[in-house]
């Protein structure tokens, strides 16, 4: 979480907007402000993208699957901007670091908590899937480690199970290293494509290592497609949970609701004592700066209309928003 920038807009829609949660490939996302006091995580397209048709599909269809997808492991759609520029959604805003931003800041997870959140993923998978939707970009940076669970993020590539890809010719959909093997060959994905994505999301996670390393994007996804991902000291029943996840073809992979089954958890995720730590327990430092209240007129702007932000001393109201663990806070990132 950062400060807002001079450039950055005061409000989006009825949104006053108090800072900056992240950014990504398709728009910014900051923290909003209901005018009730409600905090919201609101998604912006960047303006040099909104006169392409298939980023506003793109967008489009983010918006529709969040409106879609209702369950606990996601963050539910608050409002949504698709008439005009500027294009935006907000959703719940959800407090707590990536898994991502986790696994670099503390290490890897011991076994028993990668375990337990791969069952937790693997449920969070269940209800995407129940509701016709694949996620198409399961990864550690769309992963927030909230309080009550880890919730699934960034839907800008999801889609139905009927519904056509909407990626250029050539160019396969999701993150080299995560996609699994019949997305980057052939652009196909369904629930078992998310299956391979956690996979290698719980290998990152047990050993802070890319499942397939770093190099060219293409050189990543060839390794993903024709060699063993790396699980150099993890040891089974993990590393072989893991190997069955990403297995090459679709049909060897277990569906989500076996993934669950073979972890058998006993006890939940949010009682994990690294997991807890990370999600954030009482005693995390805060974040205490908003920018100042401006005036506005009855017969002023409408919402989401400014001239730009305001000068002068933060010297009006105060929000203290949490920062579990001491970490950054995040919710949605863009894509």
Partial sequence: MDELRPQDPARIGAYRLVARLGAGGMGQVFLGRSPGGRLVAVKVIRDEISDHPEALARFRREVATVRTVRSAWTAQLVDASLDA?????????????????AVEGSGPFPPGGTVRLAAALAEGLVAVHAHGVTHRDLKPQNVILAPQGPQLIDFGIARGLDQTVLTREGMASGTPGFAAPEVVRHNEAGPAADVFALGATLAYTATGRPPYGTDDPAVVSYRAVHEDIDLDGVEDPLAGLIRSCVAKEPADRPSPAEVIARCAVDS????????????????????????????????????????????????????????????????????
């Fill in 85 to 101: 520029p500027p294009y935006w959604l907000a959703t719940e805003y959800v407090a707590g670091p990536t898994l991502r931003q």
């Fill in 268 to 335: 939940a995720l949010a009682l994990d004592p690294h997991y807890r730590a990370l999600a954030g327990d009482p005693g995390h430092r805060s974040l205490t700066w908003e920018r100042p209240e401006e005036p506005v007129a009855a017969d002023g702007p409408s919402a989401g209309q400014t001239d730009g932000p305001e000068e002068g001393p933060a010297d009006g109201p105060v929000l203290t928003v949490p920062l579990p663990g001491g970490g950054d806070a995040a919710s949605a990132p863009a894509g």
